[in-house]
């Protein structure tokens, strides 16, 4: 009688262990929602660095300007990337810059504009 009572109660607790197919799922599908926020978070994070980049480099290249224009080697209709790597650290002024959406800038000089286009 002791063996019977004993065989019965572990056999209800071998019925009881583990999860069901539902809690299973269930957790699934929320560890997948939170790994497409973090996905999402972090991918804004590269964007927003490469646009402050272009910023940086074009101010960069504005003020390489205007210390070639306060010298007098350029003017605000003759100016070149060799007149701008003058006041570069290597002694190239910047041609291109990543604008944050995956592609990249060209910088180009246009004549009689005082301004650097994209």
């Known amino acids: 009688m002791l063996r019977s009572a004993v065989n019965r109660a572990r056999a209800g607790r071998r019925d009881e262990a ?4 539902i809690e299973l ?9 939170l790994a497409g926020i ?4 972090v991918a804004g994070i590269t964007d ?3 646009k402050a ?5 074009i101010a960069s290249i504005d ?4 210390a070639a224009y306060a010298q007098g080697t350029a ?3 003759a100016v070149n990337v060799s007149t701008l790597g003058a006041f570069f650290h290597g002694g190239t002024a910047p041609t291109t810059v ?4 995956g592609t990249t800038v060209t910088l180009t000089t246009v004549a009689a504009a005082d301004a650097i286009v994209c």
């Open 18 to 21: 583990g999860f069901t197919l």
């Open 98 to 101: 990543k604008n944050g959406a």
């Open 48 to 50: 927003k660095g490469d």
């Open 63 to 66: 003020t390489a300007y205007e």
């Open 25 to 33: 799922l269930i957790v699934i599908v929320i560890l997948g929602i």
């Open 53 to 57: 980049a272009c910023k940086s480099t």
């Open 38 to 41: 973090v996905v999402f978070s």
């Open 75 to 77: 003017t605000s209709t």
